[in-house]
């Protein structure tokens, strides 16, 4: 019987936005401590000694060093906006680049276990996101792209041939996309609000080359609930799934295209999230052995993204903790 933990580090809480940011460390408190209050073992499993080096598979290695200096030159209580050319979303402090690189360094321990077999799931409370930034660009509270440098350490560290990245947050992982848009090894699939922040993810764009058709975008309306934003995921994952036979599932799992976020604009309720967690459950189970690390992207409603993220991590749980 395996177990599915959180993993989690207090590092994370030292990317500090202001006062005026959605991205607070605060919902992600309110979010652990649900997941504990639920009865899950919270676990901060160390670094691998490969992090730095999984980073710069995905990211120029000139960004990483300037994102880094710019964090390790700011004053203790600085908070402001990345750079005057960067995304004004991205707001920096002192611990930033630390709370990003433990973002990415805690999903590569997820995959660790979960290959290795010392753990059936992994869902990882970090922050800040990740899912939209590109190679050398920070972007929408994003600087490091944790789920496409953990999806390239499973195939280039791990030698997995197919990793699925399946993405419910209510913003289009433009990052994600295009970190795989012409590679047929990882396949990536999102429902989102469109047109919507960042401005991609229509249903045409469906990947490049050996990619080609293993880019899948469900575009919905604003206000969409259960019906359109989960089924329209369930079913286009499964039939995703079916032709593309993943070995590991990975989920980019935001929660702001729920009914209480300041942010989303959507009707998803918190059912609806349960319903998108069951699917990816039967797709991990019927291809990947039921290995998924599952990573919190966005949700700016710590109570609803706490009782979402409480109901996913249940349904993670209930193939591999039955006995
Ligand atoms: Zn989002």
């Known amino acids: 019987m395996l177990t599915v933990p959180v993993y989690f580090d207090p590092a994370v809480l030292q990317h500090d936005t202001g006062l005026y940011h959605p991205d607070t460390a605060n919902r992600l408190e309110v979010v652990v401590e649900a997941l504990r209050q639920d009865g899950r073992r919270i676990e901060a499993p160390p670094a691998p000694e490969r992090t730095l080096k999984a980073v710069e598979r995905v990211h120029d290695k000139a960004y990483v060093q300037r994102f880094s200096a710019l964090c390790r030159n700011a004053p203790a209580d600085y908070v402001g906006p990345f750079a005057l050319f960067d995304c004004a979303d991205n707001v920096i402090s ?7 690189l433990r973002a990415v360094s805690l999903t590569l321990a997820a995959t660790d276990a979960v290959v290795a077999g010392r753990a059936g799931s992994v869902f990882v409370a970090a922050r800040p996101p990740g899912h939209h930034a590109l190679a050398s660009r920070a972007m929408g509270f994003c600087f490091l792209n944790s789920i496409a440098i953990a999806a390239k350490d499973l195939i280039e560290h791990h030698g997995v041939a197919r990793v ?15 970190v795989f848009w012409d590679d047929g090894r990882v396949a990536y699939l999102s429902v989102h609000r469109y047109p919507f922040y960042p401005g991609t993810g229509a249903a045409d764009e469906e990947g490049a080359g050996r990619g080609r058709g293993t880019t899948v975008n469900v575009p919905q309306p604003a206000d969409a609930g259960d019906a359109a934003y989960a089924g329209g995921f369930a079913a286009a994952l499964e039939r995703l799934a079916e032709r593309f036979r993943p070995e590991v599932v990975l989920v980019s799992a935001g929660f702001d295209a729920h009914e209480a976020d300041p942010v989303g604009g959507m009707r998803v309720s918190t059912e609806g999230f349960s319903w998108m ?9 019927k291809f990947a052995g039921g290995r998924i690390v599952s990573l ?28």
Request: proline content about 2%; aromatic content about 6%.
């Open 94 to 100: 002192a611990g930033t680049f630390e709370a990003s």
């Open 164 to 178: 699925l990245v399946a993405d419910f947050d209510v913003h289009h992982g433009n990052g994600v996309q295009d």
């Open 277 to 285: 967690s069951r699917a990816l459950e039967d797709v991990a189970d």
């Open 296 to 323: 919190l992207e966005g949700g700016y409603h710590p109570e609803a993204t706490a009782a979402a993220a409480v109901e996913h991590v249940r349904i993670l749980a209930r193939g591999n903790e039955m006995v």
